[in-house]
Protein backbone atom coordinates (compact mmCIF):
# COMPACT_ATOMS: atom_id res chain seq x y z
CA UNK A 1 0.00 0.00 0.00
CA UNK A 2 1.57 3.12 -1.35
CA UNK A 3 -0.66 5.51 0.01
CA UNK A 4 -0.52 8.92 -2.40
CA UNK A 5 2.20 8.55 -4.89
CA UNK A 6 3.19 12.18 -6.44
CA UNK A 7 6.24 12.83 -9.64
CA UNK A 8 8.46 14.12 -10.18
CA UNK A 9 9.94 15.14 -6.84
CA UNK A 10 11.81 18.01 -8.68
CA UNK A 11 11.45 19.69 -11.57
CA UNK A 12 13.15 23.13 -13.16
CA UNK A 13 10.97 25.09 -15.98
CA UNK A 14 11.43 27.69 -18.07
CA UNK A 15 8.69 30.75 -18.20
CA UNK A 16 6.01 29.60 -20.67
CA UNK A 17 7.13 25.62 -20.49
CA UNK A 18 3.88 23.62 -19.46
CA UNK A 19 4.42 20.47 -17.65
CA UNK A 20 1.90 17.95 -15.88
CA UNK A 21 2.34 17.12 -11.95
CA UNK A 22 1.26 13.35 -11.41
CA UNK A 23 -0.26 11.90 -8.48
CA UNK A 24 -1.84 8.66 -7.82
CA UNK A 25 -3.99 6.82 -4.50
CA UNK A 26 -3.70 3.37 -3.49
CA UNK A 27 -6.22 3.58 -1.20
CA UNK A 28 -9.58 3.80 -3.04
CA UNK A 29 -10.39 7.20 -2.08
CA UNK A 30 -13.19 9.20 -3.76
CA UNK A 31 -11.66 12.44 -2.99
CA UNK A 32 -8.21 14.27 -4.59
CA UNK A 33 -6.93 17.72 -4.05
CA UNK A 34 -3.88 19.63 -4.96
CA UNK A 35 -2.55 21.97 -2.70
CA UNK A 36 0.34 24.71 -3.18
CA UNK A 37 2.88 25.54 -0.44
CA UNK A 38 4.82 28.62 -0.28
CA UNK A 39 6.82 30.12 2.67
CA UNK A 40 4.43 31.84 5.47
CA UNK A 41 1.36 31.33 3.03
CA UNK A 42 0.26 27.99 4.73
CA UNK A 43 -1.46 25.22 2.40
CA UNK A 44 -3.59 26.44 -0.27
CA UNK A 45 -5.96 24.67 -1.99
CA UNK A 46 -5.42 24.70 -5.92
CA UNK A 47 -8.00 21.83 -7.57
CA UNK A 48 -10.65 19.33 -6.13
CA UNK A 49 -12.04 16.37 -7.14
CA UNK A 50 -14.90 14.30 -5.23
CA UNK A 51 -14.99 11.55 -7.87
CA UNK A 52 -13.86 10.54 -11.45
CA UNK A 53 -15.15 12.88 -13.97
CA UNK A 54 -15.78 15.74 -11.30
CA UNK A 55 -13.44 18.24 -10.01
CA UNK A 56 -13.69 22.02 -9.16
CA UNK A 57 -11.81 25.04 -7.92
CA UNK A 58 -10.10 25.84 -4.94
CA UNK A 59 -8.45 29.44 -3.82
CA UNK A 60 -5.89 29.87 -6.32
CA UNK A 61 -6.98 28.16 -9.51
CA UNK A 62 -5.50 30.03 -12.17
CA UNK A 63 -2.60 29.23 -14.64
CA UNK A 64 -3.64 25.38 -13.58
CA UNK A 65 -5.92 22.46 -14.93
CA UNK A 66 -6.83 19.11 -13.74
CA UNK A 67 -8.96 15.99 -14.54
CA UNK A 68 -10.36 12.91 -13.02
CA UNK A 69 -10.31 9.97 -15.51
CA UNK A 70 -9.90 7.72 -12.97
CA UNK A 71 -10.26 7.39 -9.19
CA UNK A 72 -6.66 6.61 -8.29
CA UNK A 73 -5.44 9.84 -10.94
CA UNK A 74 -5.28 12.94 -10.57
CA UNK A 75 -2.41 14.68 -12.59
CA UNK A 76 -2.18 18.68 -12.19
CA UNK A 77 -1.36 20.76 -15.51
CA UNK A 78 0.62 23.99 -15.83
CA UNK A 79 -0.43 25.51 -18.95
CA UNK A 80 2.18 28.40 -19.19
CA UNK A 81 4.53 28.74 -16.34
CA UNK A 82 5.25 31.68 -14.97
CA UNK A 83 8.23 32.61 -11.97
CA UNK A 84 5.08 32.78 -9.30
CA UNK A 85 4.47 29.18 -9.72
CA UNK A 86 7.69 28.33 -8.09
CA UNK A 87 6.12 26.37 -5.15
CA UNK A 88 6.10 22.90 -3.39
CA UNK A 89 3.06 21.21 -4.87
CA UNK A 90 1.09 18.76 -2.72
CA UNK A 91 -1.18 16.08 -3.55
CA UNK A 92 -3.70 14.71 -1.14
CA UNK A 93 -6.70 11.99 -1.15
CA UNK A 94 -9.53 11.38 1.47
CA UNK A 95 -11.87 8.97 2.41
CA UNK A 96 -15.28 10.83 0.64
CA UNK A 97 -18.27 11.02 3.37
CA UNK A 98 -20.26 13.13 1.27
CA UNK A 99 -21.70 16.75 2.71
CA UNK A 100 -22.03 14.92 6.01
CA UNK A 101 -18.08 15.19 7.15
CA UNK A 102 -14.53 15.51 6.34
CA UNK A 103 -11.96 12.92 7.02
CA UNK A 104 -8.05 12.71 7.42
CA UNK A 105 -6.50 13.84 4.32
CA UNK A 106 -3.16 12.17 3.59
CA UNK A 107 -0.65 13.87 1.08
CA UNK A 108 1.94 12.60 -1.01
CA UNK A 109 5.25 13.78 -0.47
CA UNK A 110 5.01 16.46 -2.31
CA UNK A 111 6.17 18.13 -6.06
CA UNK A 112 9.14 21.10 -5.65
CA UNK A 113 8.24 23.28 -8.69
CA UNK A 114 11.25 26.32 -9.64
CA UNK A 115 9.91 27.88 -12.67
CA UNK A 116 12.96 30.76 -14.17
CA UNK B 1 -15.45 31.83 2.24
CA UNK B 2 -13.47 30.44 5.44
CA UNK B 3 -10.51 32.30 6.39
CA UNK B 4 -8.31 30.56 9.38
CA UNK B 5 -5.86 33.03 11.09
CA UNK B 6 -3.21 30.96 13.37
CA UNK B 7 -0.77 32.56 15.90
CA UNK B 8 2.03 33.00 16.83
CA UNK B 9 3.67 32.08 13.37
CA UNK B 10 6.70 30.78 15.21
CA UNK B 11 7.19 29.41 19.02
CA UNK B 12 10.27 28.44 21.13
CA UNK B 13 10.38 26.96 24.20
CA UNK B 14 12.50 24.69 26.45
CA UNK B 15 12.09 21.19 26.34
CA UNK B 16 9.58 20.00 29.26
CA UNK B 17 7.68 23.31 28.81
CA UNK B 18 4.08 23.43 27.38
CA UNK B 19 3.23 24.67 23.73
CA UNK B 20 -0.23 26.45 22.84
CA UNK B 21 -0.72 27.56 19.27
CA UNK B 22 -4.25 29.39 18.67
CA UNK B 23 -6.46 29.53 15.34
CA UNK B 24 -9.47 31.48 14.81
CA UNK B 25 -12.05 30.63 11.88
CA UNK B 26 -14.86 32.79 10.41
CA UNK B 27 -17.48 30.56 8.82
CA UNK B 28 -19.47 29.78 11.51
CA UNK B 29 -20.37 26.87 9.53
CA UNK B 30 -17.14 25.11 10.12
CA UNK B 31 -17.42 21.29 11.86
CA UNK B 32 -14.45 20.10 11.38
CA UNK B 33 -10.90 21.02 13.04
CA UNK B 34 -7.96 19.30 11.94
CA UNK B 35 -4.32 19.54 13.45
CA UNK B 36 -1.35 18.50 10.61
CA UNK B 37 2.20 17.97 11.63
CA UNK B 38 5.21 18.74 8.98
CA UNK B 39 8.79 18.08 9.46
CA UNK B 40 11.19 19.88 7.18
CA UNK B 41 11.26 18.53 3.97
CA UNK B 42 8.14 15.94 4.56
CA UNK B 43 4.48 15.82 3.98
CA UNK B 44 2.09 16.81 6.65
CA UNK B 45 0.37 14.70 8.53
CA UNK B 46 -2.62 14.27 10.68
CA UNK B 47 -1.87 14.62 14.61
CA UNK B 48 -5.15 15.42 15.63
CA UNK B 49 -8.56 16.78 15.36
CA UNK B 50 -11.79 17.61 16.90
CA UNK B 51 -15.32 18.02 15.31
CA UNK B 52 -18.22 20.72 16.62
CA UNK B 53 -19.77 18.94 18.73
CA UNK B 54 -16.94 18.02 21.20
CA UNK B 55 -15.18 20.83 23.64
CA UNK B 56 -12.15 18.60 24.09
CA UNK B 57 -10.05 15.94 22.93
CA UNK B 58 -6.58 14.73 24.18
CA UNK B 59 -4.32 11.93 23.01
CA UNK B 60 -1.68 11.34 25.23
CA UNK B 61 0.78 14.81 25.36
CA UNK B 62 -1.06 16.93 22.52
CA UNK B 63 -4.99 18.00 23.24
CA UNK B 64 -7.31 20.10 21.37
CA UNK B 65 -9.71 22.38 22.62
CA UNK B 66 -12.41 24.06 20.89
CA UNK B 67 -14.83 27.27 21.57
CA UNK B 68 -17.77 27.59 19.10
CA UNK B 69 -18.66 30.34 20.54
CA UNK B 70 -15.89 32.82 19.95
CA UNK B 71 -14.66 30.64 16.89
CA UNK B 72 -11.49 29.74 17.76
CA UNK B 73 -9.48 26.37 18.64
CA UNK B 74 -6.12 25.17 20.24
CA UNK B 75 -3.34 22.90 19.81
CA UNK B 76 -1.80 22.15 23.37
CA UNK B 77 1.34 20.10 23.65
CA UNK B 78 2.34 19.21 27.37
CA UNK B 79 5.91 17.67 28.32
CA UNK B 80 7.61 19.00 24.69
CA UNK B 81 10.13 17.07 23.46
CA UNK B 82 13.02 17.83 20.30
CA UNK B 83 11.06 15.96 18.35
CA UNK B 84 7.96 18.18 18.29
CA UNK B 85 10.37 20.80 16.65
CA UNK B 86 7.97 21.56 13.40
CA UNK B 87 5.83 23.24 11.30
CA UNK B 88 1.77 23.06 12.63
CA UNK B 89 -0.98 23.90 10.29
CA UNK B 90 -4.00 24.34 11.88
CA UNK B 91 -7.18 23.77 9.17
CA UNK B 92 -11.03 23.88 9.51
CA UNK B 93 -13.75 22.72 7.22
CA UNK B 94 -17.78 22.81 7.26
CA UNK B 95 -20.27 20.21 6.24
CA UNK B 96 -21.02 20.12 2.16
CA UNK B 97 -17.47 21.52 1.26
CA UNK B 98 -16.62 18.02 0.02
CA UNK B 99 -14.01 17.66 2.15
CA UNK B 100 -11.86 20.98 1.70
CA UNK B 101 -9.37 22.33 4.27
CA UNK B 102 -8.60 25.96 4.62
CA UNK B 103 -5.53 26.07 5.99
CA UNK B 104 -3.74 28.40 8.91
CA UNK B 105 -0.27 30.12 7.59
CA UNK B 106 1.67 27.54 10.10
CA UNK B 107 3.47 27.78 13.15
CA UNK B 108 7.28 26.96 13.57
CA UNK B 109 7.92 25.17 16.63
CA UNK B 110 11.11 24.97 17.93
CA UNK B 111 11.80 23.31 21.06
CA UNK B 112 15.46 23.64 22.57
CA UNK B 113 17.08 20.62 24.74
Known sequence: NAGV??????????????????????MNHEYMSWYRQDPGMGLRLIHYSVGAGITDQGE??????VSR????????????AAPSQTSVYFCASSYAQGAVNTGELFFGEGSRLTVL | ???????????SVQEGDSAVIKCTYSDSASNYFPW??????????LIIDIRSN?????????AVTLNKTAK???LHITETQPEDSAVYFCAASRAGSQGNLIF???????VKP
Open chain 1, 69 to 80: STTEDFPLRLLS
Open chain 1, 5 to 26: TQTPKFQVLKTGQSMTLQCAQD
Open chain 2, 1 to 11: GENVEQHPSTL
Open chain 2, 72 to 74: HFS
Open chain 2, 54 to 62: VGEKKDQRI
Open chain 2, 36 to 45: YKQELGKRPQ
Open chain 2, 104 to 110: GKGTKLS
Open chain 1, 60 to 65: VPNGYN
